[in-house]
């Protein structure tokens, strides 16, 4: 009895990580350049091998669904969105340089180039300063060039170069905070090969109906989880009552 409903519990749990993971997916259904997360469903239940001793179970594992999500026109020249396989480097909120595929850019009121969600962008020199001008552009190799204010076009200058990275994707781990990291805070070298298009956002992987599908799908698990514990428990109890009158 106590093992099948460890099993059940441990199942009931996991149902209930799996609908937050999928419920926050379907929540950033909008977010620009967001990867959907994924439950691994991969278990291992070792079972007592002597009396006393308790089950042992590994950690449920969070993957990233790394596939390309729809490339839109805006025909803003602050948006970006990675042509090929790689990312673009941001520094984070806690200073460590961490990578995205988020490229709705923005000038904040320092000058600095940032994310949507306030990540400076990282450049040849650490975050990118973008003067007044009158015109800004960004090449396919992340190369920033403006024209500043009162000059003719002839005056074009290249100002600095986005960092754009490929790292293996085994390698990257999704933070709390939507960014990828790799291990030990190390960094990634740039990657020439990483192409990007100016005027183009990537829009959230995330599915939506199969977001729903599968939330309905481990409610329904859940409930019939609960209800087998329900089971057990009532089973138990009859056995017990049928020891105690013998």
Do not use: H, W
């Not at 396919?140 to 060039?145: E, K, W």
């Amino acid at each position: 009895m106590e093992k099948a409903l460890y099993t059940l519990m441990t199942g009931a749990n996991r149902s209930l990580q799996a609908q937050a993971v999928f419920a926050n997916n379907l929540a950033n259904i909008n977010t620009v350049g967001f990867r959907a997360d994924l439950i691994d469903a991969t278990r291992i239940v070792d079972e007592p091998v002597t009396p006393g001793q308790k089950y042992t179970e590994s950690d449920t594992a969070r993957k990233s669904d790394f596939s390309v999500g729809q490339i839109e026109e805006t025909g803003r020249v602050l948006d970006i969105a990675i042509a090929t396989e790689g990312f673009f480097a941001v520094q984070a909120a806690d200073g460590t340089e961490a990578y995205t595929r988020a490229g709705d850019l923005q000038i904040d009121s320092s000058g600095l180039l940032i994310t949507g969600r306030g990540d400076f962008v990282l450049g040849d020199g650490g975050p990118i300063s973008i003067p007044t001008a009158e015109k800004i552009s960004i090449g396919a190799d992340g190369t920033i060039s403006v024209q500043e204010l009162g000059q003719n076009v002839a005056s074009v200058v290249e100002i600095d170069r986005i960092k754009l990275v490929k790292p293996e994707i085994a390698q990257l781990s999704k933070g709390a905070d939507g960014l990828f990291r790799i291990a030990a805070g190390q960094k990634v070298e740039e990657d020439a090969s990483v192409q990007i298009r100016s005027g183009f956002v990537e829009r959230s992987n995330v599915n939506a109906v199969s977001m729903l599908t599968d939330i309905i799908a481990s409610a329904r698990q859940f409930e019939m989880q609960v209800k087998a514990m329900k089971t057990v428990e009532e089973n138990s109890e009859s056995s017990a009552r049928i020891m105690q009158m013998s």
